[in-house]
């Protein structure tokens, strides 16, 4: 059904022959979270794949003039060191936004992109360092990824601590509402598609943010 209703949206799914669709399978009792189970293969693509992808995008492009690609890595081998310099190069040479959503192992691949969104706790990681909840701490670990990564516009989200957002002339920290957490499931992904989609729209630091804050609470 969804591969039918995608292609009229100019949307579709590329499938792989013996490759099995990522499941999760999430167990709660009394409200609490106690453990997901998941079923997913971690193997890297190939070099066809990578290229039939960007055939995929270039037709898009073509046809549709896209704004941005989201690059969302889930370590699960759809992005991976072979392919990610290629995507990137791509992307640019099409003059297509890049907005990165990353995992911890490929990290430092995503050079010269648009827009760079990692977690706390990735960038910590990555930065080798915790990163304090203030304005200076934030500021300064957004400046750190920006010297290596060559970014436009960095995100870090933070969790019960809101959203940061920062590019070349703005700063801008917007608190989360406090709220019950059971099972966080996608707000992740519901930031980065938001986030972008402001981003592209042109919306000022503080909107983006404001939106990011409320997508990312929605799913919480």
Same mark, same amino acid.
């Given at each position: &059904?969804? $591969? ?52 995929? #995008?270039?037709?898009?492009?073509? *046809? ?10 889930? $370590? ?7 392919? #990610? ?47 304090? &909840? ?12 920006? /010297? ?10 933070? /969790?019960?601590?809101?959203?940061? %957002? ?38 000022? &630091?503080?909107? %983006?943010?404001?939106?990011? *804050? ?7």
């Amino acid at each position: &059904m969804i $591969e039918e209703v995608l292609p009229e949206k100019g949307q579709g799914i590329i499938t792989l022959k013996g490759r099995i669709t990522t499941t999760k399978t999430r167990v709660v009792a009394h409200n609490q979270h106690v453990v997901r189970i998941d079923h997913e293969e971690h193997t890297d693509i190939g070099n066809d794949v990578s290229l039939q992808l960007m055939d995929y #995008i270039a037709d898009i492009h073509k *046809n549709n003039k896209l704004d941005a690609v989201i690059l969302q890595d889930y $370590e699960k081998g759809m992005l991976h060191h072979a392919n #990610i310099p290629a995507f990137i190069e791509f992307l640019n040479e099409c003059g297509i936004r890049i907005i990165v959503d990353p995992k911890d192992k490929n990290f430092w691949m995503y050079r010269h992109v648009h827009l760079f969104k990692p977690n706390r706790k990735e960038a910590e990681k990555a930065i080798g360092k915790k990163i304090p &909840m203030t304005e200076d701490a934030l500021a300064d670990a957004a400046l750190l990824l920006e /010297s290596r990564l060559h970014n436009e516009v960095t995100v870090i989200t933070l /969790s019960e601590y809101g959203i940061y %957002i920062k590019d070349a002339e703005n700063k801008v920290w917007r608190h989360s509402e406090v709220m019950e957490v059971i099972d966080v499931c996608g707000a992740g992904d519901a930031v980065i598609g938001i986030v972008a989609a402001a981003y592209c729209a042109g919306l000022p &630091m503080p909107q %983006i943010a404001l939106l990011g *804050n409320i997508a990312g609470d929605c799913l919480w």
